[in-house]
Protein backbone atom coordinates (compact mmCIF):
# COMPACT_ATOMS: atom_id res chain seq x y z
CA UNK A 1 0.00 0.00 0.00
CA UNK A 2 1.71 3.03 -1.15
CA UNK A 3 4.40 2.02 -1.82
CA UNK A 4 5.34 1.74 -5.67
CA UNK A 5 2.08 4.34 -6.05
CA UNK A 6 3.55 6.94 -3.36
CA UNK A 7 4.81 9.27 -6.44
CA UNK A 8 1.28 9.43 -7.39
CA UNK A 9 -0.63 10.31 -4.02
CA UNK A 10 -0.99 13.83 -4.33
CA UNK A 11 -1.72 13.53 -8.45
CA UNK A 12 -4.10 11.45 -7.97
CA UNK A 13 -5.82 10.67 -4.75
CA UNK A 14 -5.05 13.56 -2.28
CA UNK A 15 -7.32 16.35 -1.74
CA UNK A 16 -7.82 18.55 -4.20
CA UNK A 17 -7.50 21.64 -2.97
CA UNK A 18 -5.51 20.72 0.01
CA UNK A 19 -5.09 25.01 1.55
CA UNK A 20 -9.48 25.38 1.23
CA UNK A 21 -9.60 22.03 3.15
CA UNK A 22 -6.77 23.29 5.81
CA UNK A 23 -8.80 26.10 6.42
CA UNK A 24 -12.04 24.39 6.87
CA UNK A 25 -9.91 22.48 9.53
CA UNK A 26 -8.55 24.46 11.09
CA UNK A 27 -11.74 26.37 11.53
CA UNK A 28 -13.50 23.91 13.56
CA UNK A 29 -10.39 24.00 15.93
CA UNK A 30 -10.96 27.18 16.01
CA UNK A 31 -14.70 26.75 16.94
CA UNK A 32 -13.55 24.68 19.43
CA UNK A 33 -10.94 26.93 21.05
CA UNK A 34 -8.31 25.21 19.76
CA UNK A 35 -5.37 27.27 18.17
CA UNK A 36 -1.46 27.18 17.24
CA UNK A 37 0.65 26.95 18.42
CA UNK A 38 0.50 23.89 19.93
CA UNK A 39 0.90 20.25 19.38
CA UNK A 40 -0.50 18.64 16.61
CA UNK A 41 -0.59 14.56 15.69
CA UNK A 42 -1.14 14.01 11.74
CA UNK A 43 -1.90 10.32 12.34
CA UNK A 44 -1.12 8.81 8.44
CA UNK A 45 0.52 11.60 7.75
CA UNK A 46 1.11 10.69 4.14
CA UNK A 47 3.33 12.73 1.97
CA UNK A 48 3.30 15.55 4.52
CA UNK A 49 0.61 17.32 2.94
CA UNK A 50 -1.50 18.54 5.63
CA UNK A 51 0.93 18.56 8.39
CA UNK A 52 2.72 20.87 6.22
CA UNK A 53 0.15 23.49 5.85
CA UNK A 54 -0.64 23.17 9.80
CA UNK A 55 3.03 23.97 10.27
CA UNK A 56 2.95 26.89 8.39
CA UNK A 57 -0.31 27.88 10.35
CA UNK A 58 1.67 27.81 13.25
CA UNK A 59 1.40 23.97 14.68
CA UNK A 60 4.43 22.01 15.93
CA UNK A 61 3.59 18.66 14.10
CA UNK A 62 4.06 15.38 14.87
CA UNK A 63 3.33 12.52 12.18
CA UNK A 64 2.91 8.68 12.75
CA UNK A 65 3.01 6.90 8.76
CA UNK A 66 3.75 3.77 7.92
CA UNK A 67 4.13 3.64 4.42
CA UNK A 68 8.36 4.39 3.98
CA UNK A 69 7.50 5.46 0.60
CA UNK A 70 5.38 7.96 1.55
CA UNK A 71 7.45 9.49 4.26
CA UNK A 72 10.59 10.03 1.98
CA UNK A 73 8.56 12.36 -0.26
CA UNK A 74 7.37 14.55 2.49
CA UNK A 75 11.34 14.36 3.94
CA UNK A 76 12.07 15.34 0.99
CA UNK A 77 9.71 18.07 0.74
CA UNK A 78 10.67 19.73 3.90
CA UNK A 79 13.93 20.19 2.54
CA UNK A 80 12.72 23.18 0.25
CA UNK A 81 11.24 24.84 3.51
CA UNK A 82 12.14 27.79 5.41
CA UNK A 83 13.82 26.08 8.22
CA UNK A 84 11.45 27.70 10.75
CA UNK A 85 8.75 25.84 9.09
CA UNK A 86 10.86 22.50 9.06
CA UNK A 87 11.59 22.96 12.67
CA UNK A 88 7.77 22.79 13.28
CA UNK A 89 7.71 19.16 11.40
CA UNK A 90 8.77 15.86 12.13
CA UNK A 91 7.36 12.66 10.88
CA UNK A 92 7.96 9.64 12.19
CA UNK A 93 7.47 5.89 10.90
CA UNK A 94 5.42 3.76 13.10
CA UNK A 95 0.89 2.72 12.95
CA UNK A 96 -1.39 4.78 14.29
CA UNK A 97 -2.72 1.66 15.64
CA UNK A 98 -0.23 1.53 18.67
CA UNK A 99 1.91 4.89 18.18
CA UNK A 100 3.32 5.87 21.17
CA UNK A 101 4.37 9.63 21.70
CA UNK A 102 8.02 10.71 22.68
CA UNK A 103 8.70 11.21 26.51
CA UNK A 104 6.58 14.09 28.17
CA UNK A 105 4.78 15.11 24.37
CA UNK A 106 1.26 15.34 24.48
CA UNK A 107 -1.10 16.37 21.43
CA UNK A 108 -3.39 19.54 21.45
CA UNK A 109 -4.99 18.30 18.67
CA UNK A 110 -4.53 15.83 16.08
CA UNK A 111 -5.84 15.12 12.52
CA UNK A 112 -6.42 11.49 10.67
CA UNK A 113 -7.66 12.87 6.99
CA UNK A 114 -8.31 11.75 3.82
CA UNK A 115 -9.76 8.63 4.29
CA UNK A 116 -6.95 7.16 6.61
CA UNK A 117 -9.45 5.69 9.11
CA UNK A 118 -10.85 3.62 6.11
CA UNK A 119 -7.76 1.62 5.62
CA UNK A 120 -8.44 0.41 8.98
CA UNK A 121 -9.59 -2.38 7.43
CA UNK A 122 -10.28 -4.70 10.76
CA UNK A 123 -12.56 -3.57 13.32
CA UNK A 124 -10.54 -4.29 16.59
CA UNK A 125 -7.51 -2.09 14.18
CA UNK A 126 -10.05 1.42 14.57
CA UNK A 127 -10.65 0.21 18.26
CA UNK A 128 -7.11 0.43 19.05
CA UNK A 129 -6.23 3.83 17.35
CA UNK A 130 -9.40 5.01 19.14
CA UNK A 131 -7.62 4.61 22.53
CA UNK A 132 -3.88 5.31 20.99
CA UNK A 133 -5.25 8.82 19.98
CA UNK A 134 -6.77 9.04 23.36
CA UNK A 135 -3.73 8.36 25.09
CA UNK A 136 -1.61 10.77 22.80
CA UNK A 137 -4.06 13.60 23.10
CA UNK A 138 -4.35 16.49 26.06
CA UNK A 139 -7.69 16.44 28.16
CA UNK A 140 -9.59 18.76 26.03
CA UNK A 141 -7.93 18.32 22.84
CA UNK A 142 -9.23 17.82 19.60
CA UNK A 143 -9.59 14.61 16.73
CA UNK A 144 -10.57 15.93 13.61
CA UNK A 145 -11.14 12.76 11.27
CA UNK A 146 -12.67 11.87 8.28
CA UNK A 147 -13.93 8.81 7.21
CA UNK A 148 -15.89 7.69 3.91
CA UNK A 149 -19.71 7.36 3.01
CA UNK A 150 -21.28 4.20 2.02
CA UNK A 151 -22.53 6.11 -1.24
CA UNK A 152 -18.33 6.55 -1.98
CA UNK A 153 -17.71 3.06 -1.59
CA UNK A 154 -20.69 1.75 -4.10
CA UNK A 155 -20.34 4.70 -6.96
CA UNK A 156 -16.80 5.41 -6.88
CA UNK A 157 -14.94 2.13 -5.52
CA UNK A 158 -16.15 -0.23 -7.75
CA UNK A 159 -15.02 0.71 -11.23
CA UNK A 160 -13.12 -1.46 -13.79
CA UNK A 161 -9.40 -0.76 -15.29
CA UNK A 162 -8.95 3.28 -15.33
CA UNK A 163 -5.79 4.79 -16.27
CA UNK A 164 -5.88 7.34 -13.58
CA UNK A 165 -2.80 8.73 -14.46
CA UNK A 166 -0.01 8.92 -17.30
CA UNK A 167 2.85 10.63 -19.19
CA UNK A 168 5.45 10.13 -21.42
CA UNK A 169 7.27 7.22 -19.61
CA UNK A 170 4.95 5.97 -16.65
CA UNK A 171 1.17 5.41 -16.53
CA UNK A 172 -0.83 3.61 -14.04
CA UNK A 173 -4.28 1.73 -14.40
CA UNK A 174 -6.60 1.59 -11.35
CA UNK A 175 -9.14 -1.62 -10.50
CA UNK A 176 -11.47 -1.54 -7.91
CA UNK A 177 -14.21 -3.96 -6.56
CA UNK A 178 -16.70 -2.80 -3.77
CA UNK A 179 -18.67 -6.08 -1.67
CA UNK A 180 -21.23 -5.04 -0.35
CA UNK A 181 -21.79 -7.61 1.99
CA UNK A 182 -18.60 -6.90 3.61
CA UNK A 183 -18.48 -3.46 3.37
CA UNK A 184 -14.39 -3.96 1.35
CA UNK A 185 -13.29 -2.00 -1.16
CA UNK A 186 -10.14 -4.03 -2.74
CA UNK A 187 -8.18 -1.77 -5.55
CA UNK A 188 -5.37 -2.77 -7.24
CA UNK A 189 -3.09 -0.62 -9.22
CA UNK A 190 -0.58 -1.20 -12.02
CA UNK A 191 2.18 1.06 -12.29
CA UNK A 192 3.64 0.60 -16.44
CA UNK A 193 6.59 1.92 -18.18
CA UNK A 194 7.06 3.32 -21.58
CA UNK A 195 9.46 0.98 -23.63
CA UNK A 196 10.05 0.78 -27.26
CA UNK A 197 7.98 -2.37 -28.03
CA UNK A 198 5.11 -0.74 -25.51
CA UNK A 199 4.07 -0.47 -22.05
CA UNK A 200 5.43 -2.89 -19.82
CA UNK A 201 4.61 -3.82 -16.31
CA UNK A 202 6.88 -1.82 -13.22
CA UNK A 203 4.36 -3.11 -10.24
CA UNK A 204 1.42 -4.09 -8.86
CA UNK A 205 -0.33 -2.74 -5.88
CA UNK A 206 -3.04 -3.99 -3.66
CA UNK A 207 -5.00 -2.16 -1.05
CA UNK A 208 -7.77 -2.42 0.78
CA UNK A 209 -10.44 -0.05 2.32
CA UNK A 210 -13.17 -0.52 4.62
CA UNK A 211 -16.36 1.38 5.22
CA UNK A 212 -17.00 1.77 8.83
CA UNK A 213 -21.00 2.55 9.67
CA UNK A 214 -20.97 6.52 11.05
CA UNK A 215 -23.24 5.17 14.13
CA UNK A 216 -20.24 2.25 15.12
CA UNK A 217 -17.64 4.88 14.63
CA UNK A 218 -19.91 7.21 16.61
CA UNK A 219 -20.51 4.70 19.75
CA UNK A 220 -17.12 3.39 19.50
CA UNK A 221 -15.54 7.34 20.39
CA UNK A 222 -18.08 7.55 22.99
CA UNK A 223 -17.33 4.16 24.63
CA UNK A 224 -13.48 5.25 24.90
CA UNK A 225 -13.51 8.41 26.48
CA UNK A 226 -14.79 11.00 23.51
CA UNK A 227 -17.90 13.42 23.69
CA UNK A 228 -18.76 14.03 19.65
CA UNK A 229 -18.30 17.99 19.25
CA UNK A 230 -20.02 17.68 15.43
CA UNK A 231 -20.51 15.48 12.53
CA UNK A 232 -20.39 17.30 9.00
CA UNK A 233 -21.14 16.33 5.64
CA UNK A 234 -17.53 16.90 4.14
CA UNK A 235 -16.58 16.90 0.28
CA UNK A 236 -13.07 18.62 -0.57
CA UNK A 237 -13.42 16.55 -4.00
CA UNK A 238 -15.67 19.02 -5.50
CA UNK A 239 -14.89 18.40 -9.22
CA UNK A 240 -14.60 14.66 -8.92
CA UNK A 241 -18.06 14.25 -6.73
CA UNK A 242 -20.75 16.28 -7.69
CA UNK A 243 -23.36 14.28 -6.90
CA UNK A 244 -22.98 13.34 -3.92
CA UNK A 245 -20.90 14.09 -0.53
CA UNK A 246 -18.29 11.19 0.15
CA UNK A 247 -17.53 12.12 3.51
CA UNK A 248 -18.47 12.51 6.80
CA UNK A 249 -15.87 15.29 8.90
CA UNK A 250 -15.73 14.09 12.93
CA UNK A 251 -14.26 16.29 15.37
CA UNK A 252 -14.09 14.42 18.73
CA UNK A 253 -13.18 16.29 21.85
CA UNK A 254 -10.98 13.78 24.59
CA UNK A 255 -12.81 13.93 28.30
C1 LIG B 1 -5.09 8.35 1.90
S1 LIG B 1 -3.53 8.60 2.61
C2 LIG B 1 -3.77 10.10 3.54
C3 LIG B 1 -2.51 10.83 3.87
C4 LIG B 1 -2.67 12.11 4.69
N1 LIG B 1 -3.43 11.86 5.90
C5 LIG B 1 -3.30 13.22 3.89
O1 LIG B 1 -4.32 13.78 4.35
O2 LIG B 1 -2.80 13.57 2.82
C6 LIG B 1 -3.50 7.40 3.92
C7 LIG B 1 -2.17 7.32 4.62
O3 LIG B 1 -2.31 6.58 5.81
C8 LIG B 1 -1.20 5.70 5.91
N2 LIG B 1 -1.63 4.59 6.78
C9 LIG B 1 -2.54 3.63 6.51
N3 LIG B 1 -2.67 2.79 7.55
C10 LIG B 1 -1.82 3.24 8.51
C11 LIG B 1 -1.49 2.80 9.81
N4 LIG B 1 -2.07 1.72 10.35
N5 LIG B 1 -0.57 3.50 10.52
C12 LIG B 1 0.05 4.58 9.98
N6 LIG B 1 -0.22 5.05 8.74
C13 LIG B 1 -1.14 4.39 8.01
C14 LIG B 1 -0.91 5.29 4.48
O4 LIG B 1 0.38 4.76 4.33
C15 LIG B 1 -1.11 6.63 3.78
O5 LIG B 1 0.06 7.38 3.77
Known sequence: MYNTTA???????????????????????QQAGIQPPGQLGDLGSGTGLMSILFAQKGWQVYGVELSPAMMAI?????????????????????????FALPEG????????????????????????????????????????????????FQGYFNHPPTVVWEDETRRVTRACAFEESTGRARHRAMVE?????????LSEEDMALQYHPEVRLKEAFAAAGFQLENAAPFNPF??????LIPKVLWSFRRL
Not at 74 to 87: C, D, F, S, Y
Not at 238 to 243: A, E, G, I, N
Open 105 to 152: MRLDAAICLCNTINHLTEWHQVEAFIQSVHQALRPGGLLVLDSDRLET
Open 193 to 201: QATPAGWQQ
Open 74 to 98: ANHKKQALPVEIQARLHWEPGNIQS
Open 7 to 29: FLYEATAAFEQPETTCEEIQAVF
Open 238 to 243: PSLYRD
